[in-house]
């Protein structure tokens, strides 16, 4: 289970980074006008701001998991019986 969590998690990160990668306004030519410029910043930080709840509902997740793990019950072990002695050997 817990090596199931750690794929699930580097895939989740993976994932965020890409998508933050892809919403930043990595603009190589200037901006003409003030409104062409906010066009484009607005979109920008509009998708900023769904990757940075998609972490914070991540961390969410991964905190009600973790206390989960935490607090379920283990079944312990059952009590081991004390040893016998050998059985007698038929030789004897």
Known sequence: ?????A??????LIFIVAFTVRAMP????VSRTFDEQYAR???AVSQL???AWYAVGWI???????WWFALR???RPAPS????????????
């Open 60 to 66: 969410a997740f991964e905190t009600l998991v973790g």
């Open 1 to 5: 289970m817990l090596k199931a969590l």
């Open 73 to 75: 019950v283990r079944p």
């Open 7 to 12: 794929v699930l998690r580097t895939l989740f």
């Open 26 to 29: 990595w603009a190589i030519d």
């Open 41 to 43: 910043y607005a979109a």
């Open 81 to 92: 019986a004390p040893p016998t002695a050998p059985p007698a050997s038929p030789r004897a």
């Open 49 to 51: 701001q769904r990757a």
